[in-house]
């Protein structure tokens, strides 16, 4: 079975307060990352009709920061689908309600694992690509997989070949004392 992304894709918009806020007064990362992996949670469950549990997630940059009184809009897409997983693109902006004026404050990818009820994994539905985006998305995807394959296997401890490296550190904030 196949399904369109746009049955599953969820937007919601969220008034950041002052309890949201870090001691400079900027919104705290960890609470947006709450509601990155909530919506990530969301999407991939309406998806798949299952529950689903956080397996990765890539690479998050905090872009821009985010104020006390500004709306803060998450949105979330399949990007991805495997045999149990999917990969949920969730995109963060803000907005200052006063001038309008929104930022991108940052964007990452979650893999997300479908469950059945006794906590076995389960089949997804795979997507229906109608766009270049979505072919984009779903291709970028199949790339980041590959290449955090290969990067997990070169360092492991076993495979680690540390002269290939050694001139690697040479400039950096490190002093090697063996």
Do not use: W
């Not at 920061?65 to 500004?70: F, K, Q, R, T, W």
């Amino acid at each position: 079975m196949f399904k369109s992304t746009k049955e599953s894709q969820i937007t919601i918009t969220e008034l950041m307060l002052p309890s949201h806020s870090n001691f400079s007064g900027k919104i705290h990362g960890g609470y947006i990352l709450n509601l990155m992996d909530q919506i990530a949670f969301a999407c991939a469950s309406k998806h798949s009709r299952h529950y689903c549990v956080t397996a990765s997630v890539n690479r998050v940059d905090f872009l821009n920061s985010i104020d006390v009184g500004e709306l803060v809009t998450l949105k979330a897409s399949v990007n991805y689908t495997g045999r149990t997983s999917m990969v949920i693109g969730v995109r963060v902006e803000s907005e200052n309600i006063q001038t309008g004026k929104t930022k991108h404050c940052n964007s990452s990818y979650f893999t997300m694992v479908a469950k059945d009820e006794n906590g076995k994994n389960v089949q997804v539905p795979g997507i229906i690509l109608d766009s270049e985006q979505s072919i984009r998305r779903f291709s970028r995807s199949i790339t980041r997989q590959e290449q955090a394959k290969k990067r997990s296997n070169s360092f492991k401890a076993s495979e680690f070949k540390m002269d290939e490296y050694i001139d690697l550190l040479e400039g950096h904030n490190a002093k090697i004392e063996l």
